[in-house]
């Protein structure tokens, strides 16, 4: 059982990260582990390491790019924002995600 | 970029990532500044380390996320490096032989002294001088190591004698990783591995036929041992055999040795005969690719392209 729901997690959470990072970030440019707090906090990556593949496989696709920004205190960190194209994906997303979620709803109302 | 000193265990993090993941640097700095982020924050090295998951898992990833080809060890740098091994070991016999073993001749006065020694050696260092510089241009700095000793051949036919060995072995050194790296045909290949089969067979054929015309006597063991030994050993080369190329090696070096240590005056023939088989069968050895290594990348082949449509099908 717990086999199950680790597969149907994992399987679930493929599909949204990269989407939920893109509107992570279309809130505000992020670093990477504070990217990776928001996303483990959410229960939507287990693992932070994958964080830093997903990111560059967008930032090849060009949905998100990076600038090094160096603060007054502390050291330079690369910042990831996101691209006109990333938002574009962003809205397209969320129009699917919002056809989809109250079917699944709907269905699977009366197991909950 | 972050040069903040981390601890041992992270240090070893990355170094284990950046070795699984040579073409994805920027995922190794990203995680670099991850770990010091999450340290500076106040997080035990454990807890970041265990957060990330292992190296091996976070390069599994990456190659998936970025349809990289399976990482697979650079055989022709090995091979080149082995040969390259082999040719100063070779060099370093030579000079041993012409220094000490040698009986008096032109090229080993016995008021020559230690200076000669140090002379002899001279060959050995330029073999393994490739080692010193980096790996960008060891290529050209062993070709042209192979050309230099070459030259001094020519120049000196004296010291052909003992040289052409080195020569062979330094040759084989540069061209080998070089032909390794190319697309290679499956006629050249098959090509060379028919050579060496020649090659390797010849000593048998020749013993075969000495003994049909009665020109040798030789007992009825030893052309057992000289008739068959050749030929099979040949036609598990012309198959491509990687095991027998060892063996061919191995003989070869203990040829190479005989001829040192035992007085005869056949002496040229064993020294150079023993290093045409000694590289015959280390070229052959490091160049046939394992079948299990021609499996793995065949199976990764499929697996990046199965992957590929996977993404494409997104």
Same mark, same amino acid.
């Given at each position: 059982?717990?086999?199950?729901? &680790? +597969? =149907?997690?994992?399987?679930?959470?493929?599909?949204?990260?990269? @989407?939920?990072?893109? $509107?992570?970030?279309?809130?505000?440019?992020?670093?990477?582990?504070?990217? $990776?707090?928001?996303?483990?906090?959410?229960?939507?990556? !287990?693992?932070?390491?994958?964080?830093?593949?997903?990111?560059?496989?967008?930032?090849?696709?060009?949905?998100? &790019?990076?600038?090094?920004?160096?603060?007054?205190?502390?050291?330079?960190?690369?910042?990831?924002?996101?691209?006109?194209?990333?938002?574009?994906?962003?809205?397209?997303?969320?129009?699917?995600?919002?056809?989809?979620?109250?079917?699944?709803?709907?269905?699977?109302?009366? &197991?909950? | 970029?972050?040069?903040?000193?981390?601890?041992?265990?992270?240090?070893?993090?990355?170094?284990?990532?950046?070795?699984?993941?040579?073409?994805?640097?920027?995922?190794?700095?990203?995680?670099?500044?991850?770990?010091?982020? !999450?340290?500076?924050?106040?997080?035990?090295?454990?807890?970041?380390?265990?957060?990330?998951?292992?190296?091996?898992?976070?390069?599994?990833?990456?190659?998936?996320?970025? !349809?990289?080809?399976?990482?697979?060890?650079?055989?022709?740098?090995?091979?080149?490096?082995?040969?390259?091994?082999?040719?100063?070991?070779?060099?370093?016999?030579?000079?041993?032989?012409?220094?000490?073993?040698?009986?008096?001749?032109?090229?080993?006065?016995?008021?020559?002294?230690?200076?000669?020694?140090?002379?002899?050696?001279?060959?050995?260092?330029?073999?393994?001088?490739?080692?010193?510089?980096?790996?960008?241009? +060891?290529?050209?700095?062993?070709? #042209?190591?192979?050309?230099?000793?070459?030259?001094?051949?020519?120049?000196?036919?004296?010291?052909?004698?003992? @040289?052409?060995?080195?020569?062979?072995?330094?040759?084989?050194?540069?061209?080998?990783?070089?032909?390794?790296?190319?697309?290679?045909?499956?006629?050249?290949?098959?090509?060379?591995?028919?050579?060496?089969?020649?090659?390797? *067979?010849?000593?048998?054929?020749?013993?075969?036929?000495?003994?049909?015309?009665?020109?040798?006597? =030789?007992?009825?063991?030893? #052309?057992?041992?000289?008739?068959?030994?050749?030929?099979?050993?040949?036609?598990?080369?012309?198959?491509?055999?990687?095991?027998? @190329?060892?063996?061919?090696?191995?003989?070869?070096?203990?040829?190479?040795?005989? *001829?040192?240590?035992?007085?005869?005056?056949?002496?040229?023939?064993?020294?150079?005969?023993?290093?045409?088989?000694?590289?015959?069968?280390?070229?052959?050895?490091?160049?046939?690719?394992?079948?299990?290594?021609?499996?793995?990348?065949?199976?990764?082949?499929?697996?990046?392209?199965?992957?590929?449509?996977?993404?494409?099908?997104?």
């Amino acid at each position: 059982m717990d086999n199950t729901r &680790e +597969r =149907i997690t994992t399987n679930i959470r493929k599909g949204v990260l990269e @989407y939920c990072v893109l $509107a992570l970030l279309s809130q505000r440019d992020m670093y990477g582990l504070e990217l $990776a707090d928001r996303l483990v906090e959410r229960g939507l990556t !287990a693992s932070e390491g994958s964080l830093y593949p997903l990111l560059a496989r967008m930032r090849q696709a060009g949905t998100v &790019e990076t600038r090094w920004s160096t603060p007054e205190q502390g050291h330079a960190r690369r910042y990831y924002a996101i691209t006109d194209q990333g938002r574009a994906q962003l809205r397209v997303f969320t129009a699917v995600w919002r056809d989809i979620q109250p079917h699944v709803d709907e269905l699977t109302a009366e &197991e909950a | 970029m972050t040069n903040d000193a981390l601890p041992g265990a992270a240090e070893a993090y990355l170094r284990a990532l950046g070795a699984e993941l040579p073409e994805a640097r920027e995922i190794v700095e990203d995680v670099r500044a991850h770990i010091t982020d !999450a340290l500076a924050g106040g997080r035990t090295i454990d807890q970041v380390l265990a957060g990330l998951g292992s190296p091996q898992a976070v390069a599994r990833q990456a190659r998936e996320e970025l !349809a990289l080809p399976e990482h697979t060890p650079d055989h022709a740098a090995t091979a080149g490096r082995i040969l390259r091994v082999i040719s100063v070991a070779v060099a370093a016999l030579t000079a041993v032989w012409v220094t000490f073993l040698l009986p008096g001749t032109v090229s080993n006065p016995p008021e020559a002294g230690p200076g000669l020694a140090i002379l002899t050696l001279v060959p050995a260092l330029l073999a393994a001088l490739p080692f010193a510089l980096p790996a960008g241009v +060891r290529g050209r700095a062993g070709a #042209a190591v192979a050309a230099a000793v070459t030259a001094l051949i020519f120049v000196d036919g004296e010291i052909a004698l003992h @040289y052409v060995p080195l020569m062979m072995m330094l040759w084989a050194a540069t061209i080998t990783p070089w032909a390794m790296r190319r697309e290679r045909g499956r006629v050249a290949v098959r090509l060379w591995h028919l050579t060496a089969a020649a090659f390797v *067979a010849f000593p048998g054929i020749l013993v075969a036929s000495a003994l049909g015309t009665e020109k040798i006597g =030789i007992s009825w063991a030893g #052309a057992l041992l000289w008739i068959p030994g050749p030929l099979i050993l040949g036609a598990l080369c012309a198959f491509g055999v990687r095991a027998a @190329y060892a063996v061919i090696a191995a003989g070869g070096a203990v040829v190479m040795l005989m *001829a040192l240590t035992g007085e005869s005056f056949l002496f040229a023939a064993f020294w150079w005969f023993g290093a045409l088989y000694l590289m015959i069968g280390a070229v052959g050895h490091l160049a046939t690719p394992a079948t299990g290594r021609l499996a793995g990348r065949r199976l990764a082949h499929l697996s990046s392209s199965v992957w590929g449509t996977s993404l494409l099908n997104r």
